[in-house]
């Protein structure tokens, strides 16, 4: 892989993709079944060092705030977004946009271009990032430990994540999870997005990998989360480019359930990119 800057590659795909409703790589386990696969050890040792799937599975609401989101035609960007971590609703506010995702469909005001990127990947795609290593314990999602490996003169225990068919919006979609041996946060995701928007139908061991570095975590409400990410290129288990990093802030959970109303679309949002009218 060269060393062509990451922006510029997500941007020209966005650019070609006009109706991309997948993701970079969240197969979102929106649509999942109720059950429960068996966690990899170094999965269940991550979520514990992270605060634990209790404490996240006892949380209703949560908000936070992104600066430089690296992704999309309008890219860097800033914005806040809540999420009903139950139903996995969405609802964000941007400078001159607000989107949202329902279990009916993905929209944005005033339209497409405002936001940059197809609503129901930009909805579901940043709160992927910013839930994990939780989101990898989702009903339906399977992880499976590749043991050890050393990288850039560091341990990480490896587990790989896939999704049965039926299950997220790009179910072919994997993850390979560096976790640190030592304090058992994730580290590093190196990911291939799958979406036939984007990649047409090459085949999957054809399609470039991407990984996202973890750089810096805090504190929110019992539960560590990410307070810097960079996206790089990856190849031959390297990675490749300068990396574009982005940082969430104004983190908190809550308890209390977010009324389903909010994240309905009103006249003149546009879905997917079609307007809507009600």
Excluded: C
């Excluded at 990998?209 to 288990?237: C, E, I, M």
Aim: overall charge negative.
């Amino acid at each position: 892989m060269n060393n062509l800057n990451l922006n510029t590659l997500i941007r020209t795909s966005l650019t070609l993709a006009v109706l991309w409703s997948g993701s970079l790589a969240p197969a979102l386990a929106d649509k999942a079944p109720q059950t429960h696969a068996p966690q990899s050890q170094a999965l269940a040792q991550a979520l514990r060092a992270h605060g634990g799937l209790g404490t996240w599975r006892s949380y209703a609401r949560l908000d936070y705030a992104t600066k430089d989101f690296p992704l999309g035609a309008n890219a860097p960007f800033n914005f806040t977004q809540t999420t009903d971590l139950q139903s996995r609703r969405h609802l964000t506010h941007g400078k001159g946009f607000t989107s949202g995702k329902n279990e009916h469909n993905a929209w944005a005001l005033p339209n497409n271009d405002a936001l940059g990127l197809p609503p129901s990947f930009f909805e579901s795609g940043n709160f992927y990032f910013v839930a994990m290593p939780f989101v990898f314990a989702d009903p339906g999602v399977v992880s499976r430990g590749l043991g050890s490996k050393t990288f850039q003169d560091r341990e990480y225990n490896l587990v790989a994540i896939s999704y049965p068919a039926g299950i997220g919006d790009t179910p072919e979609d994997d993850y390979i999870l560096y976790i640190d041996a030592q304090t058992h946060r994730l580290y590093m995701i190196d990911f291939v997005p799958t979406s036939v928007e984007v990649n047409g139908n090459k085949p999957i061991e054809d399609l470039p990998r991407k990984a996202l570095v973890f750089d810096d975590w805090q504190n929110a409400d019992g539960l560590l989360v990410p307070s810097q990410l960079t996206f790089y290129g990856w190849a031959d288990g390297q990675l490749h480019g300068d990396g574009n990093t982005y940082f969430i802030h104004d983190v908190a959970f809550s308890k209390d359930t977010p009324h389903a109303s909010m994240f309905l679309a009103t006249n003149g949002r546009i879905i997917e990119g079609t307007t809507h009218t009600e």
